[in-house]
């Protein structure tokens, strides 16, 4: 039976995109061209979920067709990529479309990235590199059958039933990446994992090989731990998928300490991924494994394991506190204090972190100090001071210089 999903384009789509499908609609008629929306959009309208990002396949070379479209049209080409003949298109009401060329993909060897091949092929061939089947879900665009829903692997009866497919069972082997992609998508819809593609997936973990391309698996992890839910650091330990980049990870973290990091409000929202990641890999052994992390992420990896070796401080000991904490990126002391549990990091954050030494060399000078190394001794006794509650303006701090302070000279 067909399915024809024009009601719903219509409905889910924004006027804006409506009018951009529209034009390359035109221009496709006029090339004697196909073209398909694919893939995550055509999920997300059925679904009836917020439709963010349109991508189209042309059945032919998308790069020919968008030179086209913009020089007969009121839009132009942001991007290209020659290699997989991709375009990205801003329309003049600032909608942008992904134009793909269909194209077979194919793995040569564990741990590479695949090789495209086959520009323009049918779609039918194009859908067979795809994750899932509820991704392999196309719209055409162009022909008697418009809006006809192309589906060759019964992606919409899994759609209908919740369930997340795989197309073949050597997926997880090709790109290992798509088993945290299998548990966002899970998670985000409250899908299930269909039971054969969650053993394929088990004996992939449990079997797991070295050479797995971590490249696509760093940023899906990201775009899994934005998911705003409970459990999902949980469900990447009960799934075993953190088998992919750690032999050691938390069990589970505490997620009222997440909540309370959040709001003393000393990350970006778009950071919480990495805390969770982090979770997953500060303990572990694999230290061949190379998630691609920045050196500031790896820093924050390191100054964390070294605050968790140095032990729980003791809360009334402020001077201990500031010197454990005074140098350390506030991402790593959210990471330790998720970890520990270190109240004094809560203090610290609260209120040590606050207490500065309010004179400066200047007033030195004006004291009757000659500048030198003796001065960064001179400030840290008045901060220790501080940290004890006292000198609180910086008038008692003048006069404990003059009071307590030695001159070199004397
Ligand atoms: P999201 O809603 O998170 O953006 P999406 O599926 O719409 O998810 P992309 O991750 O950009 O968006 O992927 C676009 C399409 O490309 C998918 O629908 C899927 O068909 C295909 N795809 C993406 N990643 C993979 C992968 N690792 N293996 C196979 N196909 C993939």
């Not at 059945?59 to 991007?79: H, M, N, P, R, T």
């Not at 269909?194 to 992939?204: A, H, L």
């Not at 809360?315 to 959210?334: G, H, M, V």
């Amino acid at each position: 039976m067909s399915v024809f999903l024009e009601k719903e384009f219509y409905e889910m789509l924004s006027e804006k995109m409506k009018a951009a499908v529209s034009i390359s609609c035109l221009a496709a008629k006029e090339r004697g061209v196909d073209i398909f929306l694919i893939g995550g959009i055509v999920r997300d309208i059925i679904l009836g979920n917020e439709i963010k990002d349109i991508d189209i396949a042309v059945q032919s070379d998308a790069v020919g067709f968008c030179e086209y479209l913009a020089s007969k049209y009121d839009c132009k080409i942001e991007s290209t990529q020659e290699k997989l003949r991709t375009s990205k298109v801003r329309f003049n009401n600032n909608v942008v479309i992904d134009f793909a060329s269909t194209r077979e993909e194919k793995y040569d060897s564990p741990g590479v990235l695949p090789s495209a091949f086959n520009f323009g092929c049918p779609l039918n061939q194009d859908v067979k590199r795809r994750d899932f089947t509820i991704n392999t879900l196309a719209i055409k665009l162009t022909g008697d059958d418009k809006y006809k829903l192309i589906d060759y692997y019964s992606g919409y009866e899994d759609i209908k039933n919740k369930q997340i497919r795989i197309l073949h069972k050597n997926s997880f082997v090709d790109d290992p990446s798509r088993i945290i992609r299998a548990l966002k998508f899970k998670e985000r819809f409250d899908f299930m994992i269909e039971p054969e593609t969650y053993s394929i997936m088990q004996s992939y973990l449990n079997n797991i090989s070295k050479d797995i391309p971590l490249e696509r698996i760093k940023n899906e992890f990201r775009q899994y731990f934005m998911i705003n839910k409970e459990n999902i650091y949980g469900e990447i330990i009960k799934s075993n998928a953190y088998k992919l980049i750690s032999d050691n990870p938390l069990k589970e973290i505490n997620t009222d300490r997440i909540k309370k990091m959040i709001n003393l409000n000393i990350f970006k929202e778009t950071e919480i991924w990495f805390l969770y990641v982090a979770c997953l890999i500060v303990n572990s052994n694999c230290t061949d494994i190379n998630l691609n992390m920045t050196a500031f992420e790896n820093k924050i990896i390191s100054e964390t394991q070294n605050m968790i070796l140095s032990g729980i401080v003791d809360i009334n000991d402020n001077e201990k506190i500031y010197k454990k904490y005074n140098d350390k990126i506030d991402l790593s002391l959210a990471l330790y204090f998720v970890i520990s549990g270190d109240e004094s990091v809560i203090k610290f954050l609260n209120v040590l972190k606050q207490i500065k030494v309010l004179i400066n060399g200047n007033d030195l000078i004006e004291l009757g100090f000659i500048p030198s190394k003796y001065f960064s001794e001179i400030f840290e006794n008045i901060l220790k001071e501080k940290l004890k509650g006292l000198l609180k303006t910086k008038e008692e701090e003048i006069n404990f210089v003059k009071r307590h302070i030695k001159k070199q000279s004397d």
